[in-house]
């Protein structure tokens, strides 16, 4: 049995490592004005953020029309058995949900749609391990039993230079008096329950750190085997340093260095910065 790999783009998985293990992208999209555009295919991040300095309607988005991904079902239908569809959190997009409509749609393939309940790099640690799978035959069963598995430690902390954007974007499950008390500090924000939730509200940036940086470390200290992801918005010097103090740290760990995109960008604005993790 063939299985294919779908994912949508906010997994920022570059296109050469999508190349190499047959993953397929959906993209959503993000809006200025009358224009839309399809991330990580007719915008990168970097032009995504320059265009947001310059102009003055700031960006909305939205999640890719239930036509694509028929469309994109279908055309696998040609090649593989089933698809593994892994998608941001349904709590913060409706792409999960449109995915099992549009796999209801299509004949002649078995769509499994999965909920990351994350998103960004953290999403894609189960796309590359759903992949790496697939490419050994492994049955559509098997995977899904294994990203259950890997939810059970993956984890991601991220705070915001500005939380208006979240605000704005309605994508911070809150009570509003309680954000409003946030504006003023540097809260840590991780997934609970499919939802961005604050984690804890801390002074200073630095100290908001200093506890992500704890977090990690009441997993990592263990020794286990672990792949990790330093996620910013226009700060790769600093997601350099960090990267480099935790090989430093913790030379068990795997790191890398990913970054927030168009759409996660129009929510999260510039300046983020995140840690993501699950033990191998
Ligand atoms: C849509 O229009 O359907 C997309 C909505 C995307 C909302 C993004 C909210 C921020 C997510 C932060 C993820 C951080 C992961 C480490």
Request: aromatic letters at 8%; charged letters at 20%.
């Amino acid at each position: 049995m063939r299985t294919a790999i779908v994912t949508d783009s906010t997994s920022y998985i570059p296109l050469e490592i999508r190349e190499q293990l047959d993953i397929h992208m959906i993209p959503l999209n993000v809006i200025f004005g009358d224009a839309s555009y399809q991330e990580e295919v007719d915008i990168t991040a970097e032009e995504f953020f320059i265009k947001v300095r310059v102009q003055k309607e700031l960006p909305k988005t939205s999640q890719p029309a239930i036509g694509k991904m028929v469309e994109k079902f279908e055309q696998l239908s040609k090649e593989y058995d089933a698809v593994i569809a892994i998608f941001l959190s349904s709590g913060i997009s409706g792409t999960y949900q449109s995915a099992i409509t549009a796999g209801s749609m299509v004949e002649n393939i078995e769509v499994y749609a999965y909920d990351s309940e994350i998103s960004c790099m953290a999403q894609g640690f189960y796309v590359i391990e759903a992949a790496k799978m697939a490419q050994k035959n492994a049955s559509p069963q098997e995977i899904l039993a294994r990203l259950d598995e890997m939810k059970t430690t993956l984890n991601a902390y991220f705070m915001v230079d500005d939380l208006a954007h979240l605000q704005r974007g309605g994508r911070l499950s809150s009570a509003q008096a309680f954000i409003g008390s946030l504006l003023q500090v540097k809260p840590i924000l991780t997934f609970v329950d499919k939802q961005i939730v604050p984690f804890e509200k801390i002074r200073t940036e630095k100290k908001a750190m200093k506890r992500i940086f704890e977090l990690f470390d009441q997993v990592a200290s263990k020794g286990g085997k672990m792949q990790a992801v330093v996620i910013h918005s226009s700060r790769e010097e600093d997601a350099k340093q960090l990267a480099a103090q935790l090989h430093e740290t913790y030379p068990h760990v795997d790191v890398q260095i990913s970054y927030f995109g168009p759409v996660i960008g129009t929510h999260l604005g510039e300046g983020a910065l995140g840690l993501g993790w699950y033990v191998v």
